[in-house]
């Protein structure tokens, strides 16, 4: 499954996003990819439609290219469910859960979710349907083999051992690709218990309609890998409970 990709262009004036059909048909889910811009001049443009909380936490940012990535996110986000919605982005107002997920106030069967990470953006939107995304870069770490024991399931470390050296980077930023995006749909954080949890390392041939598993307590869910550029991870859950 890959992504759409989102743009940004100027329209009377206003950054506005492209391509013009951005519908979500009832009982499906689209996913998008936005490629951050290069343009310092951006953030001030696409401040005007972020709510006071969140001009607050930009400003808060000590890194530029962390400030431009926040500020650009959140707006695209808002861009794109306005649109969705047909409301000014600026209007709407989010809700969040016990462990942070963000809703829409008023508007709770518009689903959403999002994530970034290197130059990207990932962005999804269903009408219905509870979902969470990951994207990772994926980035060399001197402690892989320590992140991987606090992450990876018995069975996900049984596997582990059998790789090659060559194969372990891109499997493990798959597998915690995967893994956020699970307890993003089902809303709980890390604090579920993240190496509780068996992806089944996201095989190659993944089942049509994808990988189905079912979380102790919360019921089934699908995940599917995400196709995004080369040195990403990505992937989307669904929760479909009981």
């Known amino acids: 499954m890959a992504p759409d990709c989102l743009n940004l ?26 490629r951050f811009i290069d343009d310092d001049r951006l953030p001030d443009q696409l401040f005007r439609f972020l709510s006071a909380d969140e001009q607050k936490r930009a400003a808060a ?6 400030r431009n990535q926040y500020v ?4 695209v986000l808002r861009l794109l469910l306005g649109k969705f919605l047909g409301l000014a982005p600026e209007s709407l107002v989010f809700d969040y859960g016990p462990y942070g997920k963000p ?12 994530a970034h990470s290197g130059d990207y953006a ?19 770490t001197s402690d892989l083999d320590a992140l991987v024991r606090m992450v990876f399931s018995p069975n996900e470390l049984l596997a582990w051992a ?7 980077l891109e499997k493990f930023f798959s597998i915690w690709a995967a893994k956020e995006a699970l307890v993003k749909a089902i809303g709980r954080g890390l604090g579920l218990g993240i190496a509780d949890l068996d992806v089944g390392g996201l095989p190659a041939a993944v089942p ?20 995004v550029p080369p040195g990403y991870a990505a992937a989307l859950a669904l929760h479909e409970p009981d």
């Open 103 to 114: 809703s829409l106030h008023a508007h709770q069967a518009c689903c959403f979710n999002v």
């Open 72 to 75: 650009q996110t959140r707006a």
């Open 162 to 168: 059998a790789l090659h050296e060559a194969e372990r």
């Open 9 to 34: 262009q100027r329209v009377n004036g206003l950054p506005a996003l492209m391509p013009a059909d951005l519908s979500v048909p009832r009982g499906s889910v689209r996913t998008w990819l936005f």
């Open 122 to 140: 990932l962005l999804a939107l269903s009408d219905g349907l509870q979902l969470g995304v990951d994207i990772e870069r994926r980035r060399h």
């Open 61 to 66: 940012f000590v890194s530029l290219s962390a």
């Open 208 to 227: 049509q309609g994808g990988h189905r598993l079912r979380v102790e307590g919360f019921g089934d869910c699908r995940l599917m890998p995400l196709s």
